[in-house]
């Protein structure tokens, strides 16, 4: 996971590495229930982990990123965007933090 200062720097550089000058942050918590699963579309947006419990694991179009015991390789990926699958593999439940970055156009009818 990424400590929250790093998160927040590391969002500036890749909002402007994508072509954003402008784009919004907001702290997102979930509690994910033992055995479940949350899915949600992040368009245009990434998610940076900032907090993961153990036995969480995380999936995207960006890679993967497992709080879990692993075989092989795993690609350990702290951002998250497009299509975002969180699972708990463990038998209670869990809490993820993100930082959620949505990126911003001039024309996207948004308030910058």
Known sequence: MMREEFAI???DRRAK???YDTYRIVYREFV?????MLKFQANNELW????IAWGLIVKSDYGRYENWFTQGIV??????GDHIEIRNAKDEQGMIRFLQVIL???DDGSKA
């Not at 994910?32 to 479940?36: E, L």
């Open 75 to 80: 690609e350990n990926s702290h951002e998250h």
């Open 48 to 51: 940076l982990v900032t907090h």
């Open 104 to 106: 911003k156009t001039k």
């Open 17 to 19: 590495e994508r072509g």
């Open 32 to 36: 994910i229930p033992a055995k479940g």
């Open 9 to 11: 720097q590391y969002a």
